[in-house]
């Protein structure tokens, strides 16, 4: 395995950074820094549970900590679910894979940027937006390699030792992006497909004032499957959503947010300019 996040720690934070929230008793969303992760299972239910994402670079002791501190001391997960490869969503992943010594499954189009064969593009420093989007150059964009501890997640669309969750394609912010949706009460793990924080801006990242926005504009490289991967959210309906950066927000607050990112997400989310942007918008 190859940690391209050593030594990459990131002095950013808000001000829900090493917080915790039970958004359902089987949800547990954790912020790390500026990012969200998730355990998914019951601290009742022994043992049976999954990591969904694993925060910042250089988090992998406090990661620990939160999870020993919910789920028991010498606890670990069944597997690590990756949303996509982002440095902010790997951090700690070959550090945490060493650790407990289990697997770690993500879209097969995501293998590439887990498997040391391919790096992201740069992000782009000059997109519209605020100042997180200034200071994105700076982070890392090299690919992690977690050699044959990943998998690609089954065709079926179930997520490994997650019943009754399923996973669902929404590229556009990654071209392997996925969001993680349970029928039974409409969860939904929406990684950065779309986000309820306008991430660009350092202040309301660090305020996390909740403002339902498309995804975090300087990694995102391909607008027009962003829009359609919104579209397939927006039509599941969902109760409650966490996403990767952000507060967890439910009910109509969701739904009204998520019904005006998917009519307006041209002006909402798409950038006026950028590398990324196609000049005809
Ligand atoms: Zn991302
Ligand atoms: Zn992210």
């Not at 097969?108 to 605020?130: I, N």
């Not at 992690?144 to 009754?164: C, F, K, Q, R, T």
Request: aromatic share 8%; charged share 25%; hydrophobic share 35%.
């Amino acid at each position: 395995m190859h940690d391209s996040m050593e030594d990459q720690f990131l002095p950013m934070y808000s001000m829900t950074s090493g917080v915790g929230k039970e958004v359902l008793p089987d949800l547990y969303c954790y912020t790390n820094q500026i990012v969200n992760l998730c355990c998914v299972g019951n601290p009742d239910n022994s043992g049976e549970w999954v990591l969904v994402d694993t925060g910042m670079p250089e988090s992998s002791n406090r990661i620990v900590e939160m999870v020993e501190e919910r789920f028991g001391e010498d606890s670990k997960p069944q597997a690590i679910i990756l949303t996509h490869g982002h440095f902010d969503h790997v951090g700690a992943v070959v550090d945490l894979v060493e650790k407990w010594g289990i697997k770690v499954y993500a879209h097969e189009a995501e293998l590439p940027f887990l498997t040391g064969k391919q790096d992201y593009p740069e992000p782009d420093g000059s997109v519209e937006g605020g100042l997180v989007a200034k200071m994105s150059p700076m982070f890392p964009n090299e690919a992690v390699n977690l050699g044959s501890n990943i998998e690609a997640l089954p065709d079926d669309g179930s997520v490994p030792h997650m019943p009754g969750w399923k996973w669902i394609h929404t590229p556009g912010h990654a071209p392997g992006h996925v969001s993680l949706f349970r029928e039974k009460d409409r969860a939904l793990i929406a990684g950065d497909a779309f986000v309820t924080v306008k991430q660009e801006s350092l202040y309301k990242v660090m305020t996390q004032k909740v403002e339902i926005n498309g995804p975090p504009r300087y990694l995102t490289t391909d607008w027009t499957a962003a829009w359609e991967s919104v579209k397939k959210l927006e039509e599941l309906n969902p109760a409650i959503v966490v996403t990767g950066h952000g507060m967890p927000v439910s009910g109509q607050e969701l739904s009204e947010g998520l019904a005006r990112l998917v009519k307006e997400f041209d002006r909402l989310a798409i950038p006026d300019y950028g590398r990324f942007v196609d000049p005809k918008h």
